[in-house]
């Protein structure tokens, strides 16, 4: 059963590798909103998993999110995903996620992640490769 209320905080430092002149999202060197997704998915991920039988993982379906303020080279960022409900069938899970820095809130939004047995999506994700 997926505890309503499941929050999975992470945190790391904004490098260059991490702005958005890097991966060309634009062209400042501060804390990519790329970055910042992908941190927030792999917190919904990290707090849904911990419920999930050894043969399910997740994958994300939808995410709405705002990037509020800029962080600078150097400064951490903090990441909080927090599980805020189940679908009936127990298949979709949704979550809020925020952001922030050592300043103060960068972002926020939702995420909704798909509960999927991972042999089995691959075999359909590839067989779009079959002709």
Known sequence: MILIGTKCRLEQTVTEELTAAKIGSGLLPVFGTPFMAAMMENAAQTALQNFLDADKGSVGTHLDISHDAPTPVGMKVFVEAEIVSVSENGKMVDF????????????????????????????????????
């Open 96 to 131: 809020k996620v925020s952001a922030w820095d050592e300043k103060g809130p960068i972002g926020s939004g939702t995420h909704t992640r798909a509960i999927i047995t991972p042999d089995r999506f691959l075999t359909k994700c590839n067989a779009k490769l079959d002709k």
